[in-house]
């Protein structure tokens, strides 16, 4: 009888300990207690690219027609109605080869004022009254004078198209025509529009 109950006894114990090793080999984690997993910051920082850079204006005489770069020479130079010049041309170093008996003034920025040349028996007189942004004349005043009147111009432009330097190679202009006569004080008065062309060479 005392060795059954001492089987009794050792039975119960291995037991209680298999159960004992059963209950912890099951026991479920708590959160705290499982793996924490990082994300990495997979954001890459990206730079702007620059701004094309401006040509810029490579001498005094080139800044007063508002040309970019090493401009060699524009052809032609010419407003609504008017075949002012054949052309403008520069130098090496952007000096303007200007005609004889033609004259120009600059605004305080170094644009065009004002322009005074003479064709045949005809004066012309340019005086730029606006300019946009970019220093391109918007509003022109346009005098002709001969031995019979005067013609006055009054003129607007707007820029269409322009080459890879930033200079303007197209462009229409809206302008009022004022015809005096000074003999008979006859007067008419047009208006009209224009699209004009040039072509820019560069060294």
């Known amino acids: ?16 300990i298999f159960t004992a090793c059963n209950n912890t080999n099951n026991t479920t984690p708590t959160p705290s207690d499982q793996d924490s997993t990082t994300v ?13 850079e401006v040509p810029a204006y490579t001498s005094d005489d080139r ?8 401009v060699k020479s524009v052809t032609p130079y010419a407003t609504a109605e008017l075949h002012i010049l ?29 322009l005074k040349t003479s064709t045949g028996d005809q004066e012309i007189n340019i005086t730029c009254n606006e ?29 269409t198209e322009f080459d890879a330097q930033g200079n303007w ?7 009022t025509k004022t015809y005096a006569n000074w003999d008979t004080d006859y007067e008419e008065k047009t208006k009209g529009s224009a699209t004009l062309k040039r072509s820019i060479t560069y060294f």
Not at 87 to 102: A, S, V
């Open 86 to 114: 054949e052309n403008i041309r520069f130098d090496e170093n952007g000096k303007w080869k200007k005609p004889g008996g033609t004259t120009i003034a600059r605004n305080d920025e170094g644009f065009l004022k004002s």
């Open 63 to 70: 800044k007063a027609f508002s040309l970019k770069g090493n």
């Open 131 to 159: 300019h946009d942004e970019n220093g391109l004349p918007t509003s022109l005043t346009v005098k002709t004078e001969d031995q019979f009147g005067e013609t006055t111009y009054k003129e607007t432009y707007t820029y």
């Open 1 to 16: 009888m005392k060795h059954i109950k001492t089987f009794a006894l050792a039975l119960g114990a291995a037991c209680c």
């Open 40 to 52: 990495a910051d997979t954001t890459v920082a990206t730079e702007e690219e620059p701004a094309a």
């Open 169 to 175: 190679t197209k462009c229409t202009v809206k302008f």
